[in-house]
C-alpha cells in the first residue's frame, strides 16, 4: 500500500512540475518565466525593454518603449536539442537563429551568422509567398517538406535538434527539414541563397540562440535545452 501512495506521488511530482519532469529528461529553462535573465540584447548587455514577460510569456511588444533588438542567450552552444513554444498576430514575422556570433562590431546582426527556423504568419505576412520564407523553413535555405503550423494566434512548438553537423527541425512534433551542416553540400547550398556573400554565414559549429525581433507582436515561452 505504501508503495502504491509513493508512485503516485512521484507520477503528481513529474506531470504537475513541468520543471522536474524536463530537467529529469536532461533539459533545462532557458527562460524562468519572470524575467529576461540568461538573455540579452544583441550587441547590448541586458535585454531590451521591448520584450515583456506577462503571466509566464516572453512577448516582444513593438509598441512598448525603448529599443528592441534580437534577443539572444548569455550562453553558447554546440550540440543541443532546443524547444521553444511561439504564436504570433496576423501579418507578424520572427524567427529562431542559431549558431550566432555575439558580435555586433564584427557581424552586425544575429542573422549574419546563425540559420533561422521561420516564424511567420504565413497568410499575413508577404514573405509566406517566398518560397523558403514560410513557417517552419530552414529560412532562405530548404523549404519544410511539410506545414503542420496552426493558425494564427494558436500556439506551435518548435525544435531544433543539431548533433555533430546533423540538424533536425521539427514543428508540432513532425520533422520539416533535415540537413547536414558545414559538409560541402551545405556550402553549396549557402552559395545559392541571399547569404552567400556574407562571410560566416553557418559556418560556425558553436553560438548562441536569439528570437528575432522582426518589429512585430511574437510571443515565446516553454523555451528549454538539452546539450548533446
Avoid at 4 to 20: K, P
Avoid at 27 to 38: E, H, N, Q, R
Wanted: glycine residues 10%; proline residues 3%.
Amino acid at each position: 500500500m505504501k508503495k502504491r501512495i509513493f508512485t503516485a506521488c512521484a507520477i503528481t511530482l513529474l506531470v504537475g512540475y513541468g520543471t522536474v519532469y524536463s530537467q529529469s529528461k536532461g533539459f533545462v529553462k532557458l527562460f524562468d518565466g519572470k524575467s529576461t535573465k540568461g538573455w540579452h540584447t544583441f550587441g547590448q548587455t541586458a535585454a531590451s525593454t521591448k520584450w515583456q514577460v506577462e503571466n509566464g510569456i516572453l512577448h516582444f511588444n513593438p509598441s512598448a518603449e525603448g529599443e528592441g533588438g534580437d534577443l539572444v542567450t548569455d550562453k553558447a552552444y554546440s550540440n543541443f536539442h532546443l524547444k521553444v513554444d511561439w504564436k504570433v498576430a496576423p501579418k507578424s514575422n520572427s524567427g529562431i537563429i542559431f549558431y550566432v556570433q555575439d558580435d555586433a562590431a564584427k557581424y552586425g546582426a544575429t542573422y549574419m551568422t546563425g540559420p533561422e527556423m521561420q516564424v511567420l504568419d504565413n497568410d499575413g505576412h508577404p514573405d509566406g509567398k517566398i518560397t523558403k520564407h514560410r513557417a517552419g523553413d530552414l529560412y532562405d535555405l530548404i523549404k519544410a517538406s511539410s506545414e503542420p503550423v496552426k493558425p494564427v494566434g494558436e500556439w506551435n512548438t518548435a525544435e531544433v535538434i543539431s548533433n555533430k553537423g546533423n540538424l533536425e527541425l521539427k514543428l508540432n512534433g513532425v520533422t520539416v527539414v533535415k540537413t547536414t551542416l558545414w559538409d560541402q553540400s551545405w556550402k553549396d547550398l549557402v552559395a545559392k541563397s541571399k547569404f552567400a556573400q556574407w562571410e560566416g554565414f553557418g559556418a560556425f559549429k558553436s553560438g548562441k540562440i536569439a528570437l528575432q525581433d522582426h518589429g512585430d507582436n511574437v510571443w515565446y515561452r516553454n523555451i528549454m535545452i538539452k546539450e548533446l
